[in-house]
């Protein structure tokens, strides 16, 4: 079969062409480390990256979410433990005020204990997260809890709503995170309130009142607490499961979509090497004819 | 020659494919994947702190850098068009040339009898035909008078004997001129050569891109300011507000860029704050959006007792008692009418006829109106209703769309001529009908109008297709809203709500809601769900405009205070400043499914659509794949053409082509035979020569 001259020369080229070719992919593999450049080199690998990537981007601002809630939760729950402790010494007070062996006297200034946990109470109800106040609802930027008066107090007014503050924890689901303050605190403040005007005013079957009352707002609050514990539990669950899938996501991109570089510069090896011996023979080939030897 | 004109194109299209995928940019950051999920992060961060200053300008910039790069997308998209009719119109100058070079070579090759035909002539000329293969795609024949006819798309010449015709480039279509002066529009019949790959590029793939990254924005605009205009930032709005979309002149709320979204099921609800008692009251309007279940009926005998000559009714419900069931309450209609000026109101109380100047309009008992309906009736010359009666059929091209008519040229169907203008989201259109003509061909629909009818000049009806391009259309003449129509029946039942906000219409066909003295406006609630209108007159909305290239932020939140996070307590007509819950709504639509439309692009042929049902980040990942998809294929047929190509030259040159061991041993034999020939001589010559010398 005859092999024209030209066909040598067209194919020298064409090979060499190719080789360059390959040679361009392996170096752009081992430079860039990535096997997806552009979306021709896997289109089903590049568009599942995509959606990867959406995912690991959700799943961090889920875990700065989660961050928000453990904060307003923590602070809820020492509100309320120093709660705890004020409701368990005034039943002390009203226990020891509601014997026979106490007068006048001894009751007012026990009525005065009193009146400063009022004031305490009051300001753990309005206790504050980030310049927002975590008992009033929705209406963070509005004080919870607001006593008549200082000197003598008859009422403490709340002022929030009753939409409890809430974090999303995943796409159809949110946890609550704030309280609504009149629910957690309002009989409360009557209870103590009460306690405070039976004792100013010497009067012993209310201070016996005020015992069962504390009693049942102690548990309450202690209700709440456990209720803010119990949250506290999902959302460090949430978080384990956000750390895993994050992971899970993160490695299935990198399979995807990174190198491997031992490969990758095996194949570069490779092709440099095809395209010295492309390049040393088409020299040889080209020089060679007939011509030369007459 | 077909692999090279065929090698030529794949080669063309795929090297622009790369740049298509560069301008989508998806391996960096600034893919629209990214940007979109930092947007819908960004409300999740405001989730978090409802009050924070930082949070809401975070969630204003991205929704401004989301817009801004998908109107980057739009004009790097037009760029490459741009680009494509720049190579085009110099390819065709190419063409010509070598057409006319042809043609010349041809004319001295005529002349030559054919035994002294100049090779050198005929190489050239296959040359010259070779790079017209790269250019467009071609067919040849060997004529036989010696010359070379070559044609174009499928037999238009281009060279015929020695005269050569030309290609010239129009409008962005690539007409062929023929001898006669006429031209041919040849764009979707090339097939192959750089042309073809350029035309494709153009035609097929940039518009199919488009298109879709038009139809996402579109829904994404709409997604977020559905839900964005039911929530409240963090104060009411104490200054008027008017909305960002416009009807068009009819004023039907139907012919908004969003109308065929509005759900005349649901209603419309405005919350008013009155800041003169602290602490502040709060009431609720609501208007009813429903639309009457039933048109009236027109007895054939009875007509309008109006002037003389064609005219037009209005007819409005302005009040219902009840539930507006005809033949048990009382249903007030106001009528006017355009020609003559004249006005009344009528009422049906318990009955279920009314005469509106002469003309019993006549409803089924139990059919159930709503207020703030209205249609338009046309009368002929008599007084007689000759409304226009549309059927609609076929499948639309473009789904989920929204199609606006309007008549351009009035008159009456099967006798004068009539000219109506068309648009949808894509693309405009006209048609007409005449005395012959009842039909008209519409983007893939076929409307069938009744004879008799009669349309006046500006008239408007719309044709709204659904998910499987099924057309409904919605005559002037059904019961519909008009930005009037709700104007009136707003501030009828604002005044009855006892609060002072009105509502009143621009002259520029858009909608204000003003609030009265001491008073603040919001809309929606936790407990509500709205029809859409606020969102389609865009009140209370994040985004302005309807695809792609108009996308921005509402200029209105500027003031960042009114970025709607927060919910109305629907008890109260109060909410909380660290409401969160219209946020987290708004987060939540990257998880929702939507139904956009998926295009497909051929040349020569319609641009169809169908339903894609996926939430918007997959739309978009499946833009992004079938683009990979098509880039593969192409690359992959450019490789196979080129080795094709290079197997047939192969074959060609191993036939013709020289080889230069062969000739030096073709050299050698003739010069082995020529000196053993010429040895010959010498002894022969010798012999003569000993013959001449014998004694």
């Known amino acids: 079969m005859r092999v024209a001259q030209k066909t040598i020369y067209d194919m020298t080229r064409f090979r060499l062409g190719m080789i360059t070719d390959d040679l361009n992919n392996a170096t752009t593999l081992v430079s860039t480390g990535k096997r997806l450049n552009k979306a021709e080199d896997d289109p089903i690998g590049y568009t599942q990256v995509l959606s990867l990537k959406s995912n690991v981007s959700y799943l961090e601002q889920i875990k700065?979410?989660?961050?928000?809630?453990?904060?307003?939760?923590?602070?809820?729950?020492t509100a309320l433990s120093s709660v705890q402790?004020?409701?368990?010494?005034?039943?002390?007070?009203a226990l020891s005020m509601s014997g026979g062996n106490a007068d006048s006297s001894v009751r007012s200034a026990a009525a005065e204990q009193i009146r400063g946990y009022v004031l305490q109470m009051e300001s753990l109800a309005n206790t504050r997260v980030q310049g927002q106040y975590i008992f009033s609802g929705t209406k963070t930027d509005t004080q919870a809890f607001a006593l008549d008066?200082?000197?003598?107090?008859?009422?403490?007014?709340?002022?929030?709503n009753d939409v409890a503050y809430s974090i999303m924890t995943a796409k159809d689901t949110t946890i609550e995170v704030g309280h609504d303050g009149d629910a957690v605190f309002s009989n409360l403040f009557s209870s103590m309130i009460s306690l405070y005007s039976d004792l100013k005013n010497n009067n012993p079957a209310g201070i016996g009142n005020a015992i069962d009352n504390l009693d049942t707002d102690f548990d309450t609050i202690t209700s709440t607490i456990s209720g803010i514990g119990a949250k506290g539990v999902r959302i460090n669950t949430k978080e384990k499961i956000i750390a895993d899938l994050s992971l899970r996501y993160t490695e299935n991109q990198a399979e995807l979509e990174d190198a491997d570089i031992v490969e990758a510069i095996t194949q570069l090896k490779a092709a440099e090497l095809a395209y010295q011996a492309a390049l040393s023979s088409s020299a040889k080939l080209m020089q060679m004819s007939l011509v030369d030897f007459l | 020659m077909d692999y090279t004109s065929d090698y030529e194109a794949s080669k063309e299209t795929s090297s622009y494919m790369n740049i298509l995928e560069t301008a989508f940019n998806e391996n960096t950051e600034n893919g629209i994947n990214t940007i979109m999920s930092q947007f819908w992060n960004s409300w999740l961060d405001l989730s978090n702190n409802p009050t924070g200053s930082p949070e809401r300008?975070?969630?204003?910039?991205?929704?401004?850098?989301?817009?801004?790069?998908?109107?980057?997308?739009?004009?790097d998209l037009a760029r490459i068009e741009t680009d494509m009719n720049n190579e085009i119109t110099a390819i065709i100058s190419s063409v010509g040339t070598i057409a006319g070079q042809i043609a010349e070579l041809n004319n001295t090759l005529i002349g030559q009898q054919s035994g002294n035909v100049s090779l050198d002539m005929m190489d050239r000329r296959n040359g010259l035909l070779y790079d017209l293969a790269k250019l467009v795609d071609i067919n040849s024949f060997e004529q036989p008078d010696g010359s070379l006819s070559v044609l174009t798309a499928g037999g238009f010449n281009l060279v015929s004997g020695a005269t050569s015709l030309s290609l010239t480039l129009s409008g962005g279509r690539v007409l062929w001129e023929g001898s006669m002066?006429?031209?041919?529009?040849?764009?979707?019949?090339?097939?192959?050569?750089?042309?073809?790959?350029?035309?494709?590029m153009r035609d097929e793939i940039v518009t199919k891109y488009q298109a879709e990254v038009d139809s996402l924005a579109k829904e994404f605009i709409w997604a977020v300011n559905y839900q964005h205009s039911q929530g409240v930032g963090q104060q009411y709005a104490d200054s008027a507000i008017t909305g960002t979309y416009a009807t068009d002149s009819s004023e039907m709320l139907n012919t908004l860029a969003f109308g065929h979204k509005i759900d005349y099921t649901e209603d419309f609800k405005m919350w008013v704050e009155d800041t003169s008692v602290s602490p502040s009251t709060f009431a609720s309007v609501t208007t009813d959006m429903g639309l009457s279940s039933a048109n009236p009926t027109y007895p054939g005998a009875d007509s309008f007792t109006a002037a003389a000559g064609q005219t037009t009714y209005t007819i409005t419900i302005t009040n219902i008692t009840g539930n507006g069931e005809a033949n048990v309450d009382n249903i007030e209609f106001t009528w006017s009418e355009s020609a003559g000026g004249l006005s009344g109101v009528e009422n049906m109380n318990a009955a279920t006829t009314v005469d509106i100047d002469g003309m019993d309009l006549t409803f089924a008992a139990g059919d159930l109106l709503v207020a703030g309906n209205t249609l338009k009736i046309n009368t002929d010359g008599g007084g007689n209703d000759v409304a226009v009666?549309?059927?609609?059929?076929?499948?639309?091209?473009?789904?989920?769309?929204?199609?606006?008519?309007?008549?351009?040229?009035?008159?009456?169907?099967?006798?004068?001529?009539?000219?109506?203008?068309?648009?949808?989201?894509?693309?405009?259109?006209?048609?007409?009908?005449?005395?012959?003509?009842?039909?008209?061909?519409?983007?893939?629909?076929?409307?069938?109008?009744?004879?008799?009818?009669?349309?006046?000049?500006?008239d408007a009806f719309t044709i709204e297709t659904d998910s499987t391009g099924s057309p409904t259309a919605y005559m002037m003449s059904d019961w519909h809203w008009t930005l009037d129509s709700f104007v009136t029946q707003f501030n009828a039942d604002a005044t009855v709500a006892g609060v002072g906000v009105t509502a009143s219409k621009t002259s520029t066909d858009n909608i204000t809601f003003t609030p009265g003295a001491n008073e603040g406006i919001a809309f929606g609630d936790d407990q509500f769900t709205d029809s859409g209108l606020t969102a389609a007159l865009g009140i209370n909305t994040f985004f302005n405009g309807i695809?792609?290239?108009?996308?921005?932020?509402?200029?209105?939140?500027?003031n960042k205070d009114y970025i709607a996070a927060a919910q109305i307590d629907a008890a109260t007509g109060d909410y909380g400043v660290g409401d969160s819950r219209n946020a987290t709504d708004i987060a939540n639509i990257q998880h929702s499914t939507r139904s956009m439309a998926q295009w497909t692009y051929a040349r020569g042929s319609d641009a169809t659509s169908s339903v894609l049902?996926?939430?918007?980040?997959?739309?978009?990942?499946?833009?992004?794949?079938?683009?990979?998809?098509?880039?593969?294929?192409?690359?992959?047929?450019?490789?196979?053409?080129?080795?094709?190509?290079?197997?047939?030259?192969?074959?060609?040159?191993?036939?013709?082509?020289?080889?230069?061991?062969?000739?030096?041993?073709?050299?050698?034999?003739?010069?082995?035979?020529?000196t053993m020939a010429s040895k010959l001589l010498s002894i022969g010559d010798e012999m003569l020569m000993t013959l001449i010398n014998a004694k």
């Open chain 1, 149 to 160: 008066s200082q000197q003598i107090p008859t009422t403490a007014t709340y002022s929030g």
């Open chain 2, 389 to 458: 009666s549309l059927t609609p059929s076929g499948t639309a091209n473009s789904i989920l769309d929204n199609y606006k008519f309007t008549v351009s040229s009035g008159g009456t169907v099967g006798t004068n001529t009539i000219t109506v203008n068309w648009s949808n989201s894509f693309t405009t259109g006209s048609f007409t009908l005449d005395a012959s003509t009842t039909t008209a061909t519409v983007d893939g629909m076929t409307l069938t109008f009744a004879a008799g009818g009669r349309f006046a000049t500006n």
């Open chain 2, 181 to 200: 002066g006429s031209t041919v529009d040849i764009t979707d019949k090339l097939t192959g050569g750089k042309i073809k790959g350029w035309l494709e």
């Open chain 2, 57 to 75: 300008v975070a969630v204003y910039e991205k929704g401004v850098h989301i817009a801004e790069r998908l109107d980057t997308l739009t004009n």
């Open chain 2, 613 to 674: 049902n996926v939430s918007m980040a997959n739309y978009y990942q499946t833009i992004i794949g079938t683009m990979g998809i098509k880039s593969a294929e192409l690359s992959l047929t450019a490789e196979y053409k080129y080795e094709m190509m290079g197997r047939i030259t192969e074959q060609r040159d191993n036939l013709s082509a020289v080889s230069l061991d062969e000739e030096m041993i073709n050299l050698m034999k003739y010069q082995q035979a020529y």
């Open chain 2, 547 to 558: 695809d792609a290239q108009t996308i921005s932020v509402n200029s209105v939140l500027v």
């Open chain 1, 64 to 77: 700065r979410n989660t961050g928000t809630g453990k904060t307003w939760l923590n602070a809820g729950e």
């Open chain 1, 85 to 93: 402790d004020i409701i368990t010494q005034a039943k002390t007070v």
